[in-house]
Each structure stands twice: as structure tokens, then as C-alpha cells.
């Protein structure tokens, strides 16, 4: 199996990109935040290739997408919750993150996206 392929489990899939960057999808919505940090963890714990984490700095944009009207969740407590679930998976700490980009918009269907890739 090629990295670049989507891996899925349940509400989850990830992939390594052609770039290196790690691109994960996660169907549906919900206000706890913090439901996201224990899927995305067991995920990449059980499903996911083991990665190696990076010790550089990394660029990490979030995006919510979410049907009719706009879901009621803080987006920096979405944000601490998927960041926290890439520590010791994409980079040793959070502190590593020089960019970040977190954005909600109205999509065809509700999740989340986030594509994390090493900075240069």
C-alpha cells in the first residue's frame, strides 16, 4: 500500500500526500471538541502506517465544513483538540507550529479537514 492512498477506519481517513504533507478527513460534526483529539489518536494509534514525527516547523490548516447553519463550537478549542491529537505523530510538540489556519464554511457535506506538512 502506497502512503498516497487513503487509509479509513470508521469516521476517519488520512493519507500521506506526493508532497509529504498529511491530509486527514473526519465525517461529521459535533460541538466537543475534544471527541476529535481521542478519534484522531486511536486512529492514527490502531490504523494509520506509524509516522515518524519531525522536529521543524509545520504549517497545519483546519478546515470545519458544516451544512445549514454554522455549528456552535469555538474554533481554537477544535483547533488545541486536532493539534493535540498530531503530537507524536506529525511533530514532537505543538510548538512547532509556525502557520496555522483554522476556517469554517459551509461544504455539501459536514466534517472536518486538515492538511499538516512541514515548513522549508
Request: glycine share 8%; charged share 30%; aromatic share 10%.
Amino acid at each position: 500500500m502506497s502512503l498516497a492512498e487513503w487509509v479509513s477506519a470508521g469516521k476517519v481517513r488520512a493519507r500521506i500526500t506526493d508532497e509529504g504533507a498529511l491530509e486527514v478527513r473526519c465525517h461529521g460534526l459535533t460541538t466537543q471538541a475534544k471527541y476529535y483529539k481521542t478519534l484522531l489518536k486511536e486512529f492514527f494509534r490502531k490504523e494509520f502506517p506509524p509516522l515518524r514525527p519531525g522536529y521543524g516547523d509545520y504549517s497545519v490548516h483546519i478546515m470545519m465544513e458544516y451544512t445549514g447553519d454554522a455549528p456552535w463550537m469555538d474554533l481554537d478549542n477544535l483547533a488545541k483538540a486536532l493539534l493535540d491529537s498530531l503530537t507524536g505523530n506529525v511533530f514532537e510538540d505543538d510548538h512547532q507550529v509556525a502557520r496555522l489556519l483554522v476556517e469554517r464554511r459551509v461544504g455539501e457535506r459536514e466534517g472536518i479537514w486538515l492538511k499538516a506538512e512541514a515548513l522549508d
